[in-house]
């Protein structure tokens, strides 16, 4: 069955200085229905101030309120002073999220296997496919169009949103979130060359899933050889990822758009990829350590490194290999000069008068 979540949520300013544990500065009466930016939030939004320098528009804001972590003099908009505006923004964006709808039970479009294991308030939405020895862990809500292979096991509150395809024998924990079209444990690129043609090394491994994993819409996450491709609790991954077989990711990790890890690939805690980063096979990447946006990592890293460039070096290095580069015109036009003035030394000596 299809049922709504809910209306839109209202709160008034004290409501919601006391739901974040904030001090109110200002009138507590008034309603606010949603978030928004300083420049666009309406009479009935929250702003928030990050970065002094964007302090000014506060002037000509029209927000109903703004999260600030420190009480502003001469500021016309009511305040919520809390300590950390960025755990406080998260919050409210939790509260006034949009309400949608979630499938409770099993739509009649769905196809469950008999010997499947749904739990308490699992939701399953139309064409969806749930395969033998499947295991779905209580309230988590599987969306439309959403295949579930053969022994697969998925922990409890977890999202699957359209269109996800989870293959056979992969384990996904607790409050885990599979955006649209992601695809866990499909078969990895791996190739040898046999009898004169590329031949496909089984993969008869698996992918787990930990706790708390998100992955964004059009990622990969690519099945073991053998053993299991790992993602570890409270990683978070980006949209158009592809991450390679075998691959082992620490817990807490960062991975933005389009990073690429080939196979083997592993990761420390909370290491950082910026957009379109990537790492060659079989290198270890230290915790801690963040890579800059398109850098290509070659070789091994230890834990806390910053790294930049292609092939990627710590970032010291890199800006003074970009400083140096943008100089070679100066230094090209510099050395036909040196080149013209020893020329004209050996005519001289060439040729006395």
């Known amino acids: 069955m299809n049922e709504n979540a809910g209306a839109a949520r209202k709160m008034t300013t004290a409501e919601l200085a006391a739901h974040l544990r904030g001090r109110l500065v200002g009138s507590g009466e008034?309603?606010?229905?949603g978030v928004n930016t300083i420049q666009d939030a309406s009479p009935e939004q929250i702003c928030f101030l990050t970065d002094s320098k964007h302090r000014p528009l506060l002037a000509v804001s029209k927000a109903g309120a703004v999260?600030?972590?420190?009480?502003?003099?001469?500021?016309?908009?009511v305040q919520i002073v809390v300590p950390d505006v960025q755990k406080a923004l998260i919050e409210t964006l939790r509260l006034f999220a949009p309400p949608q709808r979630a499938w409770k039970g099993v739509h009649p479009t769905a196809v469950v296997e008999p010997d499947a294991v749904l739990e308490e308030g699992v939701g399953i939405g139309p064409h969806t496919y749930i395969g033998r020895q499947v295991r779905i862990g209580t309230f988590t809500v599987i969306g439309p169009n959403c295949s579930i292979g053969e022994r697969t096991q998925?922990?409890?509150?977890?999202?699957?949103?359209?269109?996800?395809?989870?293959?056979?024998?992969?384990?996904?924990?607790?409050?885990?979130?599979?955006?649209?079209?992601?695809?866990?444990?499909?078969?990895?690129?791996?190739?040898?060359?046999?009898?004169?043609?590329?031949?496909?090394?089984?993969?008869?491994?698996?992918?787990?899933?930990?706790?708390?994993?998100?992955?964004?819409?059009?990622?990969?996450?690519?099945?073991?050889?053998?053993?299991?491709?790992?993602?570890?609790?409270?990683?978070?991954?980006?949209?158009?990822?592809?991450?390679?077989?075998?691959?082992?990711i620490g817990r807490a990790c960062l991975l933005a758009g389009e990073v690429g890890l080939s196979g083997s690939v592993v990761l420390g805690d909370g290491v950082v990829l910026a957009g379109k980063a990537g790492v060659v096979d079989h290198v270890s990447i230290g915790s801690g350590t963040i890579v800059g946006a398109t850098s290509l990592v070659l070789e091994d890293t230890p834990a806390g490194c910053r790294l930049w460039g292609n092939p990627a070096q710590e970032l010291s290095a890199e800006k003074r290999s970009a400083i140096w580069y943008r100089r070679l015109p100066a230094m090209?036009?510099?050395?036909?000069?040196?080149?013209?003035?020893?020329?004209?030394?050996?005519?001289?000596?060439?040729?006395?008068?």
Do not use: M
């Not at 008034?30 to 229905?33: A, S």
């Not at 050395?335 to 001289?348: G, P, S, T, Y």
């Open 30 to 33: 008034i309603p606010i229905t």
């Open 67 to 77: 999260l600030v972590q420190a009480e502003l003099d001469d500021c016309r908009v």
């Open 154 to 248: 998925i922990g409890s509150h977890c999202r699957l949103d359209s269109n996800v395809a989870v293959y056979h024998d992969c384990r996904i924990g607790n409050y885990c979130i599979l955006q649209s079209h992601c695809t866990i444990g499909a078969v990895g690129f791996g190739y040898a060359f046999v009898d004169g043609r590329h031949q496909l090394i089984p993969h008869n491994g698996g992918v787990i899933l930990e706790d708390e994993v998100e992955i964004g819409a059009n990622s990969c996450v690519d099945r073991a050889k053998f053993g299991n491709t790992i993602v570890g609790a409270g990683t978070k991954i980006d949209n158009l990822v592809q991450i390679g077989h075998n691959v082992r």
């Open 332 to 353: 090209a036009e510099e050395l036909k000069e040196l080149k013209k003035k020893v020329k004209q030394i050996e005519d001289a000596k060439n040729n006395p008068a």
